[in-house]
């Protein structure tokens, strides 16, 4: 029982909740833990967003697990970037040990193994779990810029095709769409088509196609293509509990662009299909962003700039998001703000380097009288975090040193058999396997372009010399052009396939 008046007591008492709370672990001072002394994460202020941080081998994994477990309970559905494959024992009941049960003893935790509803996910077909994609008009320039490479100036050209292509109701779904896209426009037709509205040059074109055959090269075409994700898919309950969506991304370690965009483009799409919220009870879903740094490597500005907004306009929206690093100093100062939670696992302070982030660290914090932080951030034991959050009132509550719970759930991978078994019948699978290739800009250019010419009539006088090439004030390609019924057929089809032109997000993403 904690002494009345005593420093864990007095830490305790700003995680005091009146509502449902994720119970993280207990107060540690001076060494020892008080399992009296209880630390709580609201669920009302969860979509104030968190951090979990900390150095390789201190237990941050085991800390989304323990998130991520709690929060199905509550029946929040949770979706978790699996970059390292071992999260997948979500899906079994984990089993006692002499760590187990001395852990669970010392912070008075009815520990009993417990399984968790997950389905696995995978981009594109190379992964383990049913696959998902994009579709390039979906995920937009924008966000396409930052899986390419590009810097601003290509970055800006993208933007022009894509535009060029949503005025036209031309559906990029995959890379060989957008390839015919930018080939089209360079051509001396594709030319005139942008007349007044910019141009694509040559060099910037090789640029972005040479980028987009890398992308290919390393499997990124199987990701873009339909069926396009239904975000509602990661939206689910089964038997009251929220449904944990793992994205399994261990075999694109040597590709993180691609999956940090990705993760973005689904925060994104998140934002532009749901609803406003405003302040719940809980979540309608918390997303988890693991490697967090890779996301904001070469970023540029204006990149940055639409993250923040982001990030402060989703929580509207009954989602919260926790981003997951080694180092606070990885998160932009902007983002790092909006983050309520924070829960900092132990740092190493070996080079000139790691002594400034930890100093930086430090000042992130409010001030405790209880810890020399700095010497408590290097201290740290496995499954030992120094944590504030959110109260109920929206005021930080007292940094705790905490040890934190074990997971309920298996600690480690179920193994490939068992999610392999659980892709199979899921029913995810059935709706995402199966790649389809409609009619889209790649056939629909070919056709234009390769329209035959109307046969001559075998009595038919000899056809008229050409025409003198037209001045270059004469109408253009489009205006000629749309005189051509094959012409006008094609546009009219494109047209009705969209209904309208294409509008864009804050990511340049479409928006539904």
């Not at 132990?346 to 002594?355: M, V, Y």
């Not at 051509?484 to 509008?503: C, D, H, Q, W, Y």
């Amino acid at each position: 029982m904690t002494e009345q008046g005593s420093p864990a007591s007095e830490i305790a008492a700003g995680y005091a909740s009146e509502g449902a709370a994720l119970e993280l672990g207990a107060v540690v001072i001076d060494g020892k833990t008080d399992a009296a002394a209880a630390v709580r994460l609201p669920l009302a202020t969860l979509n104030r967003h968190g951090l979990v941080a900390g150095a390789t081998g201190t237990g941050k994994t085991k800390t989304l697990q323990l998130v991520a477990e709690q929060l199905s309970a509550a029946g929040v559905p949770v979706v978790l970037a699996d970059v390292k494959g071992d999260l997948s024992g979500l899906a079994a009941a984990g089993e006692a040990n002499d760590k187990v049960s001395k852990r669970a003893q010392e912070l008075g935790d009815d520990w009993a193994g417990t399984a968790y509803p997950v389905q696995f996910l995978s981009l594109g077909t190379g992964g383990k779990g049913s696959p998902i994609r994009a579709t390039i008009t979906s995920f937009g320039p924008v966000l396409l810029s930052k899986v390419l490479g590009l810097n601003e100036t290509q970055e800006s050209t993208l933007g022009l095709i894509f535009h060029w292509a949503d005025q036209r109701g031309l559906a990029l779904l995959d890379t060989k769409d957008l390839r015919s896209v930018i080939t089209h426009l360079t051509s001396d037709e594709g030319k005139a088509d942008l007349k007044g509205i910019g141009g694509v040059s040559a060099a910037t074109a090789g640029v972005i196609l040479r980028a987009l055959s890398n992308l290919e090269a390393q499997g990124g075409e199987d990701f873009f293509g339909e069926p396009e994700l239904d975000v509602h898919d990661l939206m689910r309950q089964a038997d009251g509990k929220g449904v944990v969506t793992l994205l399994e991304l261990d075999n694109l370690q040597s590709k993180p662009a691609l999956f940090s965009t990705f993760l973005m483009w689904l925060l994104a799409e998140l934002f532009e299909e749901l609803p406003e919220e405003g302040d719940l009870d809980q979540p309608k879903l918390v997303f988890f962003f693991d490697e967090a740094h890779l996301l904001f490597n070469d970023a540029s500005k204006a990149f940055l700039e639409r993250i923040e907004q982001t990030v402060k306009l989703i929580r509207s929206k009954g989602v919260g998001v926790f981003f997951c690093t080694q180092l606070p100093t990885d998160i932009p100062n902007n983002v790092l703000s909006q983050l309520g939670a924070r829960i900092q696992h132990a740092l190493r302070a070996f080079t000139p380097d790691d002594q400034a982030a930890l100093a930086k660290t430090v000042k992130t914090y409010p001030k405790t009288k209880f810890y020399e932080l700095d010497t408590a951030l290097t201290s740290l034991g496995i499954g030992e975090a120094i944590v504030t959050v959110l109260s109920e009132r929206g005021a930080p509550t007292p940094v705790a040193w905490t040890r934190l719970r074990a997971p309920r759930s298996k600690m480690g991978s179920i193994g490939p058999e068992a999610v392999a078994a659980a892709v199979a019948s899921s029913d995810l699978h059935a709706k995402y396997a199966e790649t389809i290739d409609r009619e889209s800009a790649y056939e629909k250019l070919a056709a234009k372009v390769a329209a035959p010419a109307p046969e001559a009539a075998p009595d038919a006088p000899p056809a008229p010399p050409p025409a003198p090439e037209k001045a270059k004030d004469d109408p253009g390609f489009i205006e000629s052009a749309m005189k051509n019924p094959a012409v006008k057929s094609f546009m009219r089809s494109a047209a009705s396939a969209l209904g309208r032109e294409i509008t864009r997000g804050l990511f340049g993403n479409r928006k539904r």
